[in-house]
């Protein structure tokens, strides 16, 4: 299956795409077309073990893999996973389910596709024969860095560098970040906002006197954020396999389907939802949970894409983006193929800062998507009340998807099943959750997650209760217009 870019470069294989992360003229790889599968091929996965649904899916997916080789790779990625599931589902009142993420090893929802690209673009650079380090650059607004350290410590022939916000990540991400170890990880605190470092990294995929740089020391660029289709393609399976579940389960049925709830603020989340729901998922209604900051919300309601406006820190950090780059693929798809039109769309929105689409494309967003965003009162409310009536701890961004979620229902009056996706242990954030709870907490964050669990009895997962003592590794600050800088002084530090 080819790739175009959402600009309109030339078609590439999977490995190629996976292995560029970002397309020569700034757009990102998405497929020409999607397979479809019918009733019987999910009765199929319902009978296979999680690995073995994501190398399915992938083969569906991507050209140049074998599928034994894929199941190879699906494998080594979920074996240190908590459970054999890997994806659970609980079920909950009212015909509403929650599709569990966060039992990879940094307990968030990044696991799912960050212990499996490695593999993908490793195997992916030797197809293509590249003989070069692949330097993986990165930003995150709190989980995905993590996930990609974790995944891509000391994996021969790559190297890892790292980009957060500064005090724009939760006590726990940050030290989880700053600890992490391996010979070939780097870790960057940006004096900006996550968009500064998402900008700031899309730049230097696009700067060539950097990128020749590089070339000169042996390395070519790649990415580990949801713009690389190697990230975007494994979350695609785990839609697959909680559809699967709850049909062979008889949660829901064929014909009727379920609305999905994803919180997202990147919207590669909820676009991996999109592509299942394209090859023949039955899911109804996909609902676009944002935190404060809304400016998806505002886009599925109105049409229009305005990044011109306050941003704020909210208790769900993760969430706290204003431009949504994993948007420009389903742009493609509302262009009907368009790459002209999504071209002139992000000219638009780097110039003036907004765009807007046609009234026809509006009507087509509305008939799939539902937007709704939480303040932080809510999502402390929404956090509160699961617990006091169901007796299930939520993380805030999943408190953000309940509380859009239950918007939703009161506002459409659909109450088909519900299935929502839960992005993080609310260990991650014990503070916000012990006190959206009425638990009160003396000391820091590490200290909120051992209140958390006696009064809960929720038990706190082993890799939340070693971090405290653990020595921090990586202290560097960088301005975000020296981001670049920042990469080869890590190198350079390397030798």
Known sequence: MPFISTRGAEAVSAPEAIVRGIAPDGGLYAPVSLPRLERADFELISKMDYPARAAYTLSLLLDGF???????????????????????????????????????????????????????LTASAKKQGEQREIAILTATSGDTGKAALEGFQDVPGTSVTVF???????????????????????????????????????TLFGAPEFIQKMNEQGKTLSSANSINLGRLAPQVAYYLSACADLLAQGKIDWETGLNVCVPTGNFGNILAAWYAKRMGAPIRKLICASNRNDVLTDFIRTGIYDRQRPF???????????????????????????????????????ETGKYEITNAQKALL?????????????????????????????????????????????????????????????????????????????????DAGKALEDATGVKAPKAITELKTMPVLHTRVCEKEKMGEAVLAGFANDN
């Not at 494998?75 to 599709?99: G, M, Q």
């Not at 742009?331 to 780097?350: H, I, P, R, Y």
């Open 366 to 446: 509305k008939e799939v998507f539902f937007g709704g965003c939480s303040d932080d009162e809510k999502t402390e409310e929404t956090i509160r009340r699961y617990w006091n009536e169901e007796h299930y701890l939520l993380d805030p961004h999943t408190a953000v998807a309940a509380s859009v979620a239950r918007d939703f229902r009161q506002e459409t009056g659909d109450a088909s099943p519900l299935l929502i996706v839960s992005t993080a242990s609310p260990y991650k954030f014990a503070a916000d959750v012990a006190a959206s709870i009425g638990v009160t907490v003396q000391g820091d964050a590490f």
């Open 312 to 350: 704020h820190k909210t208790i769900s950090p993760s969430m706290d983006i204003l431009i949504s780059s994993n948007l420009e693929r389903f742009l493609l798809e509302l262009a009907d193929g368009d790459t002209n039109q999504v071209s002139t769309w992000m000219k638009e929105l780097k």
């Open 164 to 202: 957060y916000p500064l005090g724009g990540v939760s006590a726990v991400q940050e030290k989880q970040m700053v600890t992490s170890r391996g010979k070939n990880v780097h870790v960057v605190a940006v004096k900006g906002n996550f968009d500064d470092a998402q900008t700031g990294v899309k």
């Open 66 to 120: 074998s599928r034994e080789e894929l199941l190879e790779m699906a494998k080594a990625a979920y074996a240190r996973f908590d459970t054999p599931k890997v994806a659970p589902i609980s079920e909950l009142k009212d015909r509403t389910y929650v599709l569990e993420l966060f039992h990879g090893p940094t307990l968030a929802f990044k696991d799912m596709a960050l212990q499996f690209l490695p593999r993908l």
